[in-house]
């Protein structure tokens, strides 16, 4: 695999493929050859956000996504939001990155499912800045209206006053790992990622890489 990063704290149940004893939190790590699934060029981010947060609508919402350096390469960021697939009322919140080349990706995802109260997070945020003001347009593409609301409760601002959230577990999952990330020399060596293909596929895909209920 292009991407090694230290794995203390999670226990390995896959192949590739590590869970929190604590918090039932999945991180994974992926390979995809070919030219990246990327929906516009790194270098346009107000494009990528707006096929993003559209793509992302379909099944969730985006919460953000940002192009960074992962391991000294360009990468995309992203956080999204859907519901839970076996805990009606129930959210999973999701960190990826993707490092795409032109012959292929590297991909580490996170997953964070809520584990106690739903909607906890929203309800006191609402409480605090009122309830007419939870949901504006998406700040990506005001067009959109997703499967899930955007929700100002989502912004990184609240994460320290709600610190088992699953959003800011996956906020936190990912600043732990990428600080140890590192990229094989030869996936490095591969030329740049120049632009996307069509039939971009929206959310990352999770049925097969579902946290442990």
């Excluded at 992962?70 to 990468?75: E, T, Y």
């Excluded at 320290?160 to 600043?175: G, V």
Aim: charge should be negative; hydrophobic fraction near 40%.
């Amino acid at each position: 695999m292009p991407i090694m990063f230290d794995t203390s704290g999670f226990q390995q149940s896959g192949e590739d493929m590590w869970d929190s004893p604590l918090t039932g939190d999945r991180v994974i790590r992926q390979y995809t050859p070919g030219v990246p699934t990327i929906p516009a060029p790194l270098e346009d981010l107000p494009a990528l956000r707006r096929d993003l947060a559209e793509a992302s609508a379909e099944g969730g919402c985006l919460v953000e996504a940002h192009v960074i350096s992962f391991a000294g390469l360009p990468a995309l960021l992203r956080f999204e939001k859907l519901r839970h697939w076996n805990r009606p009322g129930g959210l999973v919140y999701t960190a990826s990155v993707i490092v795409p080349r032109a012959t292929g990706a590297a991909t580490v995802l996170v997953l964070c499912a809520e584990n106690g109260p739903t909607g906890f997070r929203d309800a006191m945020v609402a409480a605090r800045v009122g309830i007419d003001r939870m949901n504006p347009p998406h700040p990506y593409a005001p067009h959109v209206r997703g499967a899930l609301p955007y929700s100002v409760a989502d912004d990184p601002q609240w994460d320290a006053q709600f610190p088992d959230h699953p959003l800011t577990r996956a906020r936190r999952w990912f600043a732990e790992l990428s600080r140890t990330a590192r990229i094989d020399p030869r996936f490095a060596a591969q030329p740049p990622f120049s632009g996307p293909i069509p039939d971009f596929p929206g959310m990352t895909p999770l049925p097969d890489s579902a946290p442990p209920s």
